[in-house]
């Protein structure tokens, strides 16, 4: 069965950085399109970066310049880095094949709080 464990969230000041990752297994990552979605407090589920199979990549115009992820294919891993926290990045962030995302298949995610 397919698993995907998100972990390295937390709490940080605005500013600061942090770096989620996403080990999967029962699925090679690197034949799908994977995302990095996050949920904010009362707010929809919203898709914040892709990388494909390729490598390349695409990026919600709000973290543009502050957030990259990226793939190790050798350990089955995405990550995504994310500098220049604002408040507003504050969420549950999920990982997912794009395509899995589409049938509403969720791991548990992982927290980002953002905040003085």
């Known amino acids: 069965q397919v698993q995907l464990v998100e972990s390295g969230g937390g709490l940080v000041q605005p500013g600061g950085s942090l770096r989620l990752s996403c080990a999967a297994s029962g699925i090679i990552l690197n034949i799908y399109t994977m995302g990095w979605y996050r949920q904010a407090p009362g707010k929809q589920r919203e898709l914040v970066a892709t990388?494909?199979?390729?490598?390349?990549?695409t990026y919600v115009d709000s973290v543009k310049g502050r957030f990259t992820i990226s793939r190790d294919n050798i350990k089955n891993t995405i990550y995504l880095q994310m500098n220049s926290l604002k408040p507003e990045d504050t969420a549950v962030y999920y990982c997912?094949?794009?395509?899995?995302?589409?049938?509403?298949?969720w791991g548990k995610g992982n927290l980002v709080t953002v905040s003085s």
């Open positions: 990388v494909a199979p390729g490598s390349s990549t």
């Open positions: 997912n094949a794009v395509r899995r995302a589409a049938t509403n298949q």
